[in-house]
């Protein structure tokens, strides 16, 4: 069973900056896409940044300049460096990865790890 594991999130003042990581483990024999969606309170789910497995990059508008992924394809790991956080950016955020495992790609999850940014 292949399962996606995030951590780094936690409470920063405004301007600071946070470091998440995800990492991806289990019957795992490929992996594609990577990425960090966010949900705040009473609002839909939405992209972060995405990254492919050649390192190729997508950003929300509201992140480019502030934010950074990277990946570790040795490690199976992603990373998103948060800098210059605001208020705004507070929400859960949710690890995606495109992973095939047991003969089919599919798409996981992980659990969220909440980033809350105080003015």
């Known amino acids: 069973q292949a399962q996606l594991v995030e951590s780094g999130g936690g409470l920063v003042q405004a301007g600071g900056s946070l470091r998440l990581s995800c990492a991806a483990s289990?019957?795992?024999?490929?992996?594609?896409?990577m990425g960090w969606y966010r949900q705040a309170p009473g609002k839909q789910r939405e992209l972060v940044a995405t990254?492919?497995?050649?390192?190729?990059?997508i950003y929300a508008d509201d992140v480019k300049g502030r934010f950074r992924v990277s990946r570790d394809n040795a490690k199976n790991t992603v990373y998103l460096q948060m800098n210059s956080l605001k208020p705004e950016d507070t929400a859960l955020y949710y690890c995606?990865?495109?992973?095939?495992?047991?003969?089919?790609?599919?798409?996981?999850w992980g659990q969220g790890t909440q980033v809350t940014v105080s003015s």
């Open positions: 995606n990865a495109a992973m095939y495992n047991r003969g089919s790609w599919r798409n996981y």
């Open positions: 289990g019957s795992i024999f490929s992996i594609d896409a």
């Open positions: 990254i492919t497995s050649s390192g190729n990059t």
